[in-house]
Nanobody, 126 residues
Framework: QVQLVESGGGLVQAGGSLRLSCAAS????????MAWFRQAPGNEREFVAA????????NYADSVKGRFTISRDKAKRTVYPQMNSLKPEYTAIYYC???????????????????WGQGTQVTVSS
């Protein structure tokens, strides 16, 4: 079983930056997809960004393209979304997720991921 632990959330002013971390443990991650989702109060969980562990291929939600960059450090088994030019509407709990079943494309729906972290709060003030 993969365990995911997020960190790096906090309070930041609009236009600022944050870098979240997701430390993964448990087994080899070859073939895995690592993703970030977020959920704001009253809203459904939504896809933010993802990276394929082996190839490094990435995908982003349209709302964060050009602002977020996701990367992975294989040696540290950690995934990092660098979030720049933050907006108040980005305020949410951000969750790290892992999909263990290999896929040809990055999956965008939460049910397609079978491991989840506990989440970290990101608050962007205006």
């Amino acid at each position: 079983q993969v365990q995911l632990v997020e960190s790096g959330g906090g309070l930041v002013q609009a236009g600022g930056s944050l870098r979240l971390s997701c430390a993964a443990s448990g087994r080899t991650f070859s073939g895995y997809t690592m993703a970030w989702f977020r959920q704001a109060p009253g809203n459904e969980r939504e896809f933010v960004a993802a990276v394929m562990w082996s190839s490094g291929r990435t995908n982003y939600a349209d709302s964060v393209k050009g602002r977020f960059t996701i990367s992975r450090d294989k040696a540290k088994r950690t995934v990092y979304p660098q979030m720049n030019s933050l907006k108040p509407e980005y305020t949410a709990i951000y969750y790290c997720a892992a999909r263990s079943t290999p896929a040809l494309t990055i999956r965008l729906l939460g049910y397609e991921y079978n491991n989840w972290g506990q989440g970290t709060q990101v608050t962007v003030s205006s």
